[in-house]
């Protein structure tokens, strides 16, 4: 049974009656509650849907990364010694001087200057996506295997690079002929 709330008010002189039904009221309020109430649980749910979701991608990402190392050609960190480690990290920062100086006493300290990082990035190639001139002539000058150095300056386009590693190129061509002249 509905309860019935009546209002009078004398306005300007003129009686209003005004009826409110209390019953309908309430029903109404705990409409909008139970309302509330589902979509305050249906965003719970979301929530956790999406941290849940967030977690498995952050863990299956973790699990690919893992997987493409485990897979990866070539060196791995692993693979490498603690001096190796030192020489890409100089020519990573571009410490020219710490590199100069493990490439004058590489055989002594056991470093393979042609190693690669994680990334399977020589030293040339890590020069060359950082643009520096001074660090990627230094090693071209020690005598590094030139691989795919070229290509990856031309992917930079980072043209000093692509310059400096050509005439590298041609430089050592041109000693390789006259060595071979002189053979025969």
């Known amino acids: 049974m509905e309860n019935e709330l009546h209002e009078i008010k004398i306005v300007n002189g003129e009686v209003i009656n005004n009826s409110i039904s209390i019953g309908s009221s309430s029903s109404t309020l705990q409409s909008n509650e139970a309302s509330q109430l589902e979509e305050s649980k249906l965003s719970a749910k979301q929530n956790k849907f999406l941290n849940e979701s967030s977690e498995n991608a952050l863990e299956s990402e973790q699990k ?5 190392e485990q897979n990866r050609p070539g060196s791995t960190t692993k693979d490498i010694n603690n001096e190796e480690k030192r020489y890409l990290k100089g020519v990573l920062s571009g410490d020219i001087v710490n590199v100069r100086n493990i490439l004058e006493n590489a055989e002594s300290l056991g470093v393979n200057i042609s190693c690669v990082d994680a990334w399977n990035r020589s ?3 890590i020069a060359v996506e950082n643009e520096n001139r001074d660090l990627l002539r230094l090693l071209l000058n020690s005598g590094l295997e030139l691989n795919d150095a070229v290509w990856h300056a031309i992917s ?3 043209l000093d690079g ?4 050509l005439s590298e190129y041609e430089r050592r061509y041109e000693k390789a002929k ?3 002249q002189v053979c025969l």
């Open 64 to 68: 690919q990364s893992e997987s493409l």
């Open 123 to 125: 030293a040339l190639v």
């Open 156 to 158: 930079e386009e980072y």
């Open 162 to 165: 692509v310059e400096l590693i």
């Open 178 to 180: 006259k060595s071979a």
